[in-house]
């Protein structure tokens, strides 16, 4: 809105130029709305596909944080997981490559599995062999690191 303390005509100068420029306000208004949207919703996922509690356990304290790397993307392929099984605690750190929506939703993928696998009682290298196999069916191209590591 432009507002003046006293009415006034607007000349034909004045309109040629105020008209585009109001529709480009109008269009930096409607993407920096839409970027704020985008920015929620990659939050929400990127907290959504991080373990929401860690196990306790007497013999060991775990606590985890995410910090993204980029003040201005928060959302990507990195994640941490502690995964109880019988044989021990399985401490997961691990990278998808990218920093955007497909490499949070191959780390989602790749969580499940190793969660999965865990908690079936497979060993930390047969986890990872396993992890290898699936990121190859879900993208050969894809590169994740693969730390994993278990504790009795």
């Known amino acids: 809105m432009l ?4 009415a006034r005509p607007f000349p034909a100068e004045e309109r040629s130029l105020l008209t ?3 529709g480009l306000i109008a269009q930096a208004l409607e993407r920096a709305r839409l970027y ?7 939050r929400g996922l990127q907290n959504a596909l991080l373990p929401q509690q860690l196990p306790t ?3 060991a304290r775990i606590t985890g944080r995410y910090l993204p790397a980029t003040a201005w993307m928060d959302i990507g392929g990195d994640w941490y997981d502690a995964i109880p099984t019988t044989h021990g605690i399985v401490l997961v750190v691990r990278d998808v490559e990218g920093h955007n929506p497909a490499a949070a ?3 989602g993928q790749l969580r499940s599995a190793v969660r999965a ?3 079936a009682g497979q060993q930390p290298a047969e986890v990872m062999a396993g992890i290898n196999r699936l990121l190859l069916d879900l993208d050969p191209d894809q590169l994740a690191s693969s730390p994993a590591a278990s504790m009795p």
């Not at 507002?3 to 006293?6: K, L």
């Open 117 to 119: 696998f865990a908690a």
């Open 36 to 42: 704020d949207h985008e920015n929620a919703l990659a």
């Open 20 to 22: 585009p420029l109001s």
């Open 57 to 59: 356990l007497p013999e």
């Open 3 to 6: 507002g003046f303390d006293e």
């Open 105 to 107: 939703a191959t780390r």
